[in-house]
């Protein structure tokens, strides 16, 4: 019997459940980012003697593998560890805006929300719509990470979905879809710094527009929401269905039965208070004088306070009409009731908290062997060194660039290693900076999901085993590649469309770039 229904399965779904099975006999991912850890101490080690030959862009040194087992290196590893635990970029943003989200959970506020939102959204569209949401998420930093793909989760299962499914959509909005964006984020600017300095090596006088592909990104949230849409509803959710049981007797998770008339008071009362909330927030944001501004004006920069605030406002938003529900709808009797769902909240961030550990110490470690700029630098030479037709090269700076995004996470730090290879190359074959940032940003999405390295990545297993306690990292990876392939075929091919038509990429952008004389 088994035999027929192996059969039966499509070359698809035989692949993704290798995938799910390999990874998922794989050590807990704790110890599975403890034993990779390790394993770059020893490659370190053994790669450090070689010369590669290779010099850094970014300062002119040569760039080498640094050995990690000296006793300097590892006494330096002691005394820093708390610091790299503690200032691991998602923990504070997870504990934190976790704290608020929770008094909304628990107090009641999200499940009347998610009751309305579910009333009033045909149920065809709720996937578009929560990608659509996890696309916009960007603007605010990382919001998306912690608050729309658990969210995901949470609407699917209230709509009678399967959780995993929802989960997998915003994932895939918010970080395979990190590059399609229709609204400007600091993202914009902080990587068109690093192209213009890349352009200038060739070109000293060359100046481009922060949002030089915003055209080029706002269209493409079209495409990541019509691939993740499909991919969803017609082979992720059925594949899920068939495959993965959802928990049974699972506490805290909305159900559709209808408000009674005091839940309904509370929550317009709640949701009242937060959109006076919004507006107190805007009222203060808008002069230009704002000391949510930066020192020039801007508000959306990566040093404008604002921005550096949107987690303690994500608590600060979700805490007060939460608050507000609780004692509304009679969840709340004192305040102790909003302590407990703090604490709560927190205990449900215990198994995230271990895994962030060693996750951490494995990223930093990593980053200080310089294994992964070697391996980009290394790439984008070769690349390089093949010298091939443009539109082929623009196909091999994404495919490049997806496969080193699985070794260096950080969109800033990769595009500054390797930008100063590819930016000046292009632009001697004609090819403008901003097409070539535009091929970066396609690359550097689309394998986010399935990529360990991510530092969230151990947050959305935590995230899925809220539902299915069996969850591992072959099940989330097994969940996500799909979407990864299908966004780097599908998503490559638009770019040289878009090329081919000639739609402008961004404000003051270009395709061509002709040479300066003498530059």
Not at 92 to 114: K, P, R, T, Y
Not at 256 to 281: D, G, H, P, Q
Not at 298 to 317: G, H, W
């Amino acid at each position: 019997m088994s035999n027929m229904q192996n059969k039966s399965k499509t070359f698809l779904d035989r692949f993704l459940d290798f995938i799910e099975k390999a990874g998922n006999k794989l050590p807990d991912p704790a110890i599975l980012f403890l034993m990779l850890m390790l394993i770059t101490w020893v490659l370190s080690a053994m790669l450090s003697p070689i010369d590669f030959g290779a010099v850094d862009p970014r300062t002119g040194g040569e760039l080498r593998v640094q050995n990690l087992l000296t006793g300097q290196q590892f006494a330096s590893f002691l005394a820093n560890m708390t610091g790299v635990f503690i200032n691991f970029p998602p923990l504070g943003v997870v504990l934190l805006a976790m704290l608020g989200v929770g008094v909304a959970e628990h107090s009641g506020f999200i499940n009347a929300g998610l009751k309305f939102l579910l009333g009033v959204t045909p149920k065809m569209l709720l996937t578009p719509i929560l990608v659509l949401v996890a696309i916009v998420s960007h603007t605010a930093a990382d919001a998306g990470y912690v608050l729309v793909i658990p969210l995901g989760g949470v609407i699917f299962y209230a709509a009678g979905r399967h959780p995993l499914a929802g989960i997998a959509a915003a994932f895939a909005g918010v970080s395979g879809g990190f590059s399609a964006n229709f609204i400007p984020s600091s993202i914009d600017p902080l990587i068109q710094s690093f192209t213009q300095s890349a352009a200038q090596i060739l070109d000293t006088d060359i100046s481009l527009n922060p949002l030089n592909n915003i055209y080029f990104t706002g269209l493409s949230s079209l495409v990541v929401i019509s691939v993740v849409w499909y991919l969803t509803d017609r082979v992720i959710e059925p594949r899920l269905n068939k495959n993965v049981a959802v928990d049974e007797n699972m506490d805290d998770i909305p159900k559709m039965e209808t408000l009674n008339s005091r839940e309904k008071k509370a929550f317009w009362i709640a949701f009242m208070t937060m959109m006076v909330s919004f507006i107190a927030l805007f009222v203060w944001a808008f002069p230009q004088d704002s000391a949510l501004r930066d020192s020039v004006g801007e508000i959306t920069s990566r040093d404008a306070p604002l921005m550096k605030s949107i987690v303690p406002l994500i608590f600060i938003l979700f805490w007060i009409p939460g608050l507000v529900y609780g004692f509304a709808s009679g969840t709340y009797k004192s305040m102790k009731d909003m302590i407990a769902s703090m604490s709560k909240a927190m205990g449900s961030m215990a198994y995230y908290i271990v895994m962030a550990f060693f996750c951490a110490l494995f990223i930093d470690a990593f980053a200080k062997s310089n294994i992964g700029a070697l391996t980009a630098l290394k790439g984008a030479n070769f690349l390089q060194a093949l010298d091939l037709p443009a539109q082929i090269t623009i196909i091999g700076i994404v495919l490049l660039t997806a496969f080193v995004n699985l070794l260096v996470g950080s969109a800033s730090a990769k595009w500054a290693l390797i930008s100063p290879i590819f930016v000046p190359m292009l632009m001697q074959l004609g090819i403008s900076p901003d097409l070539t940032q535009a091929a970066y940003r396609v690359g550097d999405s689309v394998s986010n999901i399935i990529t360990p390295l991510l530092p969230y990545f151990p947050l959305i297993v935590v995230f899925c085993q809220r539902y299915v306690k069996s969850t591992g990292i072959g099940t989330l990876v097994s969940m996500m590649i799909p979407y990864s392939i299908a966004l780097l075929v599908i998503w490559t091919s638009f770019l040289l469309l878009y090329w081919t038509l000639g739609i402008p990429l961004g404000l003051q952008s270009t395709y061509e770039y002709l040479m300066v004389k003498g530059s």
